[in-house]
């Protein structure tokens, strides 16, 4: 399973960005898929999460409905639209799975593969 996350960018505060994650060897509806970011000198944070049901998903507190997560399964990606982002929100951006888990988790060790990570800088 590979996993490969794109879409990252310098944005100035109040902007956008939507970030995409491609599967190869492996089919996103069979899992759970999220999303967690890392800034420097910080711990790996839980962002959003859809469940094998689309409709079990979960955001970090911080989002504060700024970021919407989505699965597009014909095309076997999913995405993370982020809006209103703030210079604290920067940081790199990774995609994750757990392959056959139902139900979301927060917890990074529940993930079994990796994106290499997008990197996401927003200027005040």
């Known amino acids: 399973v590979q996993l490969q996350a794109s879409g990252g960018g310098l944005v100035q505060a109040g902007e956008s960005l939507r970030l995409s994650c491609a599967a190869s060897?492996?089919?996103?509806?069979?899992?759970?898929v999220a999303w967690f970011r890392q800034a420097p000198g910080a711990e790996r944070e839980f962002v959003a999460a859809?469940?094998?049901?689309?409709?079990?998903?979960q955001y970090g507190e911080f989002v504060e409905g700024r970021f919407t997560m989505s699965r597009d399964s014909a095309e076997n990606l999913v995405y993370l639209q982020m809006t209103s982002l703030k210079p604290e929100d920067t940081a790199v951006y990774y995609c994750?799975?757990?392959?056959?888990?139902?139900?979301?988790?927060?917890?990074?060790?529940?993930?079994?593969?990796w994106g290499q990570g997008t990197q996401v800088t927003v200027s005040s």
């Open positions: 994750a799975v757990a392959p056959r888990r139902f139900w979301v988790s927060r917890r990074p060790d529940d993930y079994s593969y």
């Open positions: 060897g492996h089919t996103f509806s069979d899992s759970a």
């Open positions: 859809v469940g094998r049901n689309v409709a079990n998903r």
